[in-house]
């Protein structure tokens, strides 16, 4: 178009260094762009606002069906727990709530979760009806006095932020070959150690979710039920690499290891503390 109508002498590199000088380095950049749909950020709470969600998990070659990893995480620290079933029901999810109050230093106020059979008996399309409150799960929170929040129908992003959480545990599941349950398992839990006291987030200004909790308990301390303290290695986990001193002597480890430097940009070295 300008050698048939500007300048019929005009060089490749002389059109591309005028389009340059005037802001145009890329003709894609001159195509309007069509506006992102913005995605707004999860309402500020305090700590004790929980999501949970059910992930599957891959079955090995020992096990004759498939796992269930259900996982909870706070809003406010970033604290994260998990635990793995061998059934996604509402008495497994019952166990998990109680392990969670157990485990978590916060006074849990409310658990926000999806309309899964095992977590309501709320019902959409048209066997429509609302939540009870005689299901097995809301029971136990009758009984802990735990607001039970439900996500509104085919909205999965209002429980994004374990989604997320689920996400990076799809990456650990896709950098390992697993040789057993028993070492997902370990590994699943190794790594939810590592998430929750060494690796920092950059929503909480590159702090930990337990260096954030105990921050928290400074500010609110009546919002805590037990003081977040840095737990130490489990003996139990030595016998899948994890030895004393630090050294990862199982492959899989060493696969974790890279997994933090390369995909998460975590570099610092870990060191297990022996028990």
Same mark, same amino acid.
């Given at each position: 178009?300008?050698?048939?109508?500007?300048?019929?002498?005009?060089?490749?590199?002389?059109?591309?260094?005028?389009?340059?000088?005037?802001?145009?380095? !890329?003709?894609?950049?001159?195509? /309007?762009?069509?506006?992102?749909?913005?995605?707004?950020?999860?309402?500020?709470?305090? +700590?004790?606002?929980? *999501?949970?969600?059910?992930?599957?998990?891959?079955?090995?070659?020992?096990?004759?069906?498939?796992?269930?990893?259900?996982?909870?995480?706070?809003? /406010?620290? =970033? =604290?994260?727990?998990?635990?793995?079933? !061998?059934?996604? &029901?509402? /008495?497994?999810?019952?166990?998990?709530?109680?392990?969670?109050?157990?485990?978590?230093?916060?006074?849990?106020?409310?658990?926000?979760?999806?309309?899964?059979?095992?977590?309501?008996?709320?019902?959409?399309?048209?066997?429509?009806?609302?939540?009870?409150?005689? *299901?097995?799960?809301?029971? #136990?929170?009758?009984?802990?006095?735990?607001?039970?929040?439900?996500?509104?129908?085919?909205?999965?992003?209002?429980?994004?932020? %374990?989604?997320?959480? !689920?996400?990076?545990?799809?990456? %650990?599941?896709?950098?390992? *070959?697993?040789?057993?349950?028993?070492?997902?398992?370990? &590994?699943?839990?190794?790594?939810? =150690?590592?998430?929750?006291?060494?690796? +920092?987030?950059? %929503?909480?200004?590159?702090?930990?979710? #337990?260096?954030?909790?105990?921050? =928290?308990?400074?500010?609110?301390?009546?919002?805590?039920?037990?003081?977040?303290?840095?737990?130490?290695?489990?003996?139990?986990? /030595?016998?899948?690499?994890?030895?004393?001193?630090?050294?990862?002597?199982? +492959?899989?480890?060493?696969?974790?290891?890279?997994?933090?430097? !390369? %995909?998460?940009?975590?570099?610092?070295?870990?060191?297990?503390? +022996?028990?």
């Amino acid at each position: 178009m300008v050698r048939e109508f500007l300048r019929t002498h005009v060089s490749r590199s002389g059109l591309d260094r005028c389009l340059r000088g005037h802001g145009f380095g !890329n003709l894609r950049d001159m195509k /309007a762009k069509e506006p992102r749909p913005k995605h707004s950020a999860f309402k500020a709470y305090e +700590p004790g606002y929980i *999501h949970i969600d059910v992930k599957y998990l891959p079955q090995m070659q020992d096990e004759t069906k498939r796992r269930y990893l259900f996982a909870a995480i706070d809003r /406010a620290t =970033w =604290w994260a727990f998990i635990r793995v079933f !061998n059934a996604k &029901t509402a /008495a497994n999810a019952r166990r998990f709530l109680r392990d969670l109050g157990r485990a978590c230093p916060l006074r849990i106020r409310t658990i926000l979760t999806d309309n899964g059979k095992e977590f309501t008996d709320r019902h959409f399309g048209r066997r429509k009806r609302a939540a009870t409150g005689a *299901h097995e799960f809301d029971t #136990l929170f009758t009984a802990l006095d735990i607001e039970h929040r439900l996500t509104p129908p085919k909205s999965p992003q209002t429980n994004g932020m %374990v989604e997320r959480f !689920n996400g990076r545990i799809e990456e %650990v599941l896709q950098s390992h *070959h697993f040789r057993s349950g028993e070492e997902l398992e370990a &590994t699943l839990h190794r790594y939810a =150690w590592l998430y929750n006291q060494q690796l +920092p987030q950059s %929503v909480l200004d590159r702090k930990t979710p #337990l260096n954030a909790m105990k921050d =928290w308990r400074k500010i609110k301390p009546e919002m805590f039920k037990k003081r977040p303290y840095y737990l130490t290695g489990y003996d139990k986990y /030595a016998r899948y690499g994890v030895m004393p001193g630090g050294a990862f002597s199982y +492959p899989p480890y060493l696969t974790l290891f890279r997994l933090f430097e !390369n %995909v998460l940009g975590f570099s610092h070295a870990f060191r297990i503390v +022996p028990v």
